[in-house]
Structure formats: structure tokens, C-alpha cells
């Protein structure tokens, strides 16, 4: 048996701590779940990857685990089109499918850099960047997860955000421990002249600092026209103002500044509408569901051909995620604007073995050691997995966890 041939794929999932941020469908429960890959070759090689979590997305990797062993860790297209195989019949969207295959060829690509002595930025074509600029990702909090069911408090040390002040002492402490030079705020919570404010205040607190707001489609056509133009000279993209393509194409005929989306178009067959209705102008990649790190360098080639930017877009997660995003934006030529993280706020329970991923100065270099360049903490592994395991959490649930503290609280969207 060849020693680059798959003997297994373990898949574990975990929770870890996620303060209480608000968005427009609730508020972040205390605890987050991702899901840990270690792809095993014949030879002992491991490769890692990171998965959002859920019960869903966890079954479809214990799928993929059964249809990827005796596999040649270098087929990645094989493996992929095997698992898509595998998924077809209960999985009909592509979007949902690429989720797992994401997660299993970004394993194979480290198990591949690992077996080259070659970073993964290497296997991506190298890189063009040596460091990779993040944002500061801004939220609306709570100071604390308030005490529920006997359980106590929890609290951080981010402090309460729930105005203009409290988002600028926000961006002032994630300067000041990051460096970061651009901001994006997660907006929809409150109505929309109060974010067009904090942005606003924003603007004065860093004068020429990059701005962006996303208030995840929490907006009409006519109210997502009005904050653009309230906002004109401010913002350098404008995020998810409102639902769908065709939403998105309205807002863009009369949007001063660029829209942006990570809602609207996140599967092979959005680009193409989304192209024809000129809708977005500036695209945010994701790897987790674009099918991985090299479908997502060959997404950049098409943003590139059709004038889109590029940004990316980031979900709660930890350091086996941020090392395969460093990668890979360190590999796209034209990356236009910094990536979203969540990192700061999670990254106090990650998996890996700190000392390569560090974010100085608002930037990430890209880690030079083989494959993702990150090690695995297996005790940290195995006390996140037994924290999964107890809260029996199994999905995430912002707007039933906000009910919990708020019981008249609604989901509408667009809310104003
Ligand atoms: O974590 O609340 C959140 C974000 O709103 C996240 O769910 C989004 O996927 O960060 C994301 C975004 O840019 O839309
Ligand atoms: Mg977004």
C-alpha cells in the first residue's frame, strides 16, 4: 500500500468560549462549535483541517470519512468528487456539499506540504504577500453572558459595546492589542441611524482607516439606499445591506461605494447572475464552502476576470482555520482588501500549539513551516471535545439564545 494513500479520517468535534456579540438574528451563545479533521496517511503523515460545526456538517464529514480511505492524498479532485458523490443523494445544494469537501482538501493539502517539506502557500503557486492583512471585527455586545439556568455570569474582557462610544473603545482595544488599521463593524442590531453614527464616529476616531459595515440583510432596498448615501465618502464597501441578487443589483444601481457580499453569492452558480446584474462589486471568498484553498485561488482568477474585488469573509473559529486563510490570501494576487476575522475573539481556546499564528500589527505572516505550518494541542483537542460533548449543544441558535433574555424577541428580516 502506498505511504500517501489515506488509512483514515478522524473527525472531532469541539466547543469553545464566544463572548456575546449581537447580529441581526440574535446574540452569540456562549459556547461555539467547530469540528477538527486529522487526515491520516498510510505512513503516519497527519494533515489537518477545520470544519464550522453543527450536527449537520458532522455527519456529512463522518460520510466523507468513509469514502476518502485507501485514497492518494494527492487526488485532491478525486477526493473531492468522491465525497460530493458520496453527499448527492441527501445533500442536494452544492453550497452545503462543498462545506465538507473544503474541510478534507485543505487536510489533504497539509498532509501534502507535510510529506513535501513545503509550506501550503507553496502548493497554491507561493505566495505574493509574506504577512496577510486582517481587519478589526467590530460587534455590538453585551458585557456578559448574563447567569441562565444556575449557570453563572460570563464575562470578558471587551467590556459592553452598545453605542458609538462603546464601538470606538472596541476598535481602540483591538488596535492596540492587534495593530489592526481597517475596522468592520457588524451592524443590523440597532436602527440604522445609530450605526450610520458609530461608523461615523469610527471615521474621527481613525481618520483614513478603512471602514466597512454588514448588517447581514437586515435592510430593505429603500433603507440599505439610504444608509449608502448617508455613508457616501465613509465606507469603502458596504456588506450584505439586503437579501438576494436581485436585492443587492436595486441597492447597487444608486450605492455610492462598492457592495460586498458573503450572503448572496457563495456557490459556483451565483456568479453568473450576480455578474449580469452588476449586484456586487466586491466578492468575499471563503474557502470553508468555496470548495477549498485551490478552488478558492481559482475563484480569485474569475473575480479577476469579470472586475470583481476580493475580501474575505470569516465565521467564529480557530488557529487551524486562520493558518489555511493566511494561505491562502497569501497566494491571491489580487486580494483587494483585508480579511475578516474572528480570531481575537476565540482564540484564547485554540486547538493548535501557540507560537506561529500571531496577528502584529493588524497582520498575519504567513507560516513557512510544512503544510498549514501549525501543530495540534491534543490535550486542548481532547478538553474541547469533552465540552462538546456536555453542553449538548448540537447547533448554533443566536435568535433562540437571545429569546432566552429577550422573550418578544423577533427574527425579521429586514427588520427596518
Ligand atoms: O458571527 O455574528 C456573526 C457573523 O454575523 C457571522 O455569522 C457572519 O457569517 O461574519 C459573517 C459575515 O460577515 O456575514
Ligand atoms: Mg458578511
Known sequence: MSSTRIR????TPIAFGDPPLLNSNGVHEPLALRIVLQLVLEDGTVGLGESPGGAARLERLHAAAKVVVGMDVFDTTAVAAAIDAALLPTVPSSHERGWTTSAV????LDAQGKLLGRPVSDLLGGTVRDSVPFAAYLFYKWAEHPALDGRAAIGDDWGEALDPAGIVEQARL???RYG???FKLKGGVFPPDEEIAAIRALAEAFPGQPLRLDPNVAWTVETSKYVACELDGVLEYLEDPTKGIPGMAEVAKDSPMPLATNMCVIAWEH?????EQDAIQVLLTDHHYWGGLRRTRELAAVCEAFGLALSMHSNSHLGISLAAMTHVAAAIPNLDHSCDTHYPWNSADDVIVPGVLELRDGEVKVPTGPGLGVELDHDKLEQLHRRYV????RSRDDTGYMRRFQPDYELRLPRW
Not at 271 to 275: C, D, E, H, R
Not at 390 to 393: A, H, I, L, R, W
Open 271 to 275: 456568479l453568473k447572475p450576480a455578474v
Open 174 to 176: 483591538m488596535r492596540e
Open 390 to 393: 456536555d453542553s449538548g449543544m
Open 105 to 108: 482538501e485543505v487536510a489533504c
Open 8 to 11: 483514515e479520517l478522524i473527525v
Open 180 to 182: 489592526f488599521r481597517s
